[in-house]
């Protein structure tokens, strides 16, 4: 597609409830990224997809937060058993190569209540 | 530890006024460089980057940024805001830890006297 699309746009969920993320990256972009942010905060690295692997997981916050990708592409952020603390806009990027800019989707703004 | 410093949480300039907006870094090498802008409600749109070479980059909507390895800085300038400037403004550095990947500054937020 022609930008990073992430879906839903805005979820209310109720504490204690699973939620997914959805991310459609840029075709072709190898490299993927979820951060999340805060309100009034800056952004913070979440999980990196190199392809369908996950290099590096080191910014998820519980054993609560899972991310999946498929065929290189789509990919999923799962929070199970939501808390309010988890309330955040949760961005995805893409890129074509690790050492670029990233194009970043819009945006699943997450509240828990 | 790395990190990115951007020790404006608001900055207010007039129309037509000239903005810097301040990134201060700390990393051991030369990093990759980068701002970001993100207007209201919406994503974030990269600004100009800086890998090597000339430490004044030219990036989009007029901005440019100059890197000073002796200061360990990125400041974002522009000569003259428009009053569409108004949002906020991310400076992130690229780094390899456990893997590549882009560490951003807390944010400042711009707004713009008619």
């Known amino acids: 597609g022609a930008g990073v699309s992430q879906s839903p746009s805005n979820k209310v969920t109720e504490k204690g409830k699973d939620v997914e993320l959805r991310c459609d990256p840029i075709?072709?972009?190898?490299?993927l990224y979820w951060y999340r942010q805060s309100l009034g905060q800056g952004l913070e690295f979440l999980i990196y997809?190199?392809?369908?692997?996950?290099?590096?997981k080191s910014g998820l916050p519980s054993d609560r937060f899972s991310a999946e990708r498929t065929g290189g592409s789509v990919s999923t952020l799962t929070i199970q058993r939501t808390q309010q603390e988890d309330s955040a806009v949760y961005l995805c990027?893409?890129?074509?190569?690790?050492?670029?800019?990233?194009?970043f989707g819009s945006g699943t703004r997450l509240t828990v209540v | 530890a790395q990190s990115v410093t951007q020790p404006d949480i608001h900055i207010t300039v007039s129309e037509g006024a000239s903005l810097e907006l301040r990134c201060n870094y700390s990393?051991?090498?030369?990093?990759?460089l980068f701002w970001y802008v993100q207007s209201p409600g919406q994503g974030l749109q990269l600004l100009l980057k800086?890998?090597?070479?000339?430490?004044l980059v030219q990036g989009i909507k007029g901005f440019e940024a100059e890197f000073k390895r002796s200061q360990s800085s990125f400041n974002l300038r522009k000569p003259s805001v428009h009053w569409s400037d108004a949002a906020e403004y991310f400076c992130?550095?690229?780094?390899?830890?456990?893997?590549?990947?882009?560490?951003f500054g807390s944010g400042t937020r711009l707004l713009v006297r008619p």
């Open positions: 990027a893409s890129s074509p190569q690790r050492e670029d800019g990233y194009t």
């Open positions: 075709s072709g972009h190898t490299a």
């Open positions: 997809f190199q392809g369908n692997s996950a290099p590096d």
């Open positions: 990393y051991g090498a030369t990093p990759y």
């Open positions: 800086y890998f090597s070479g000339d430490t």
């Open positions: 992130a550095v690229g780094l390899w830890d456990s893997s590549y990947k882009l560490i």
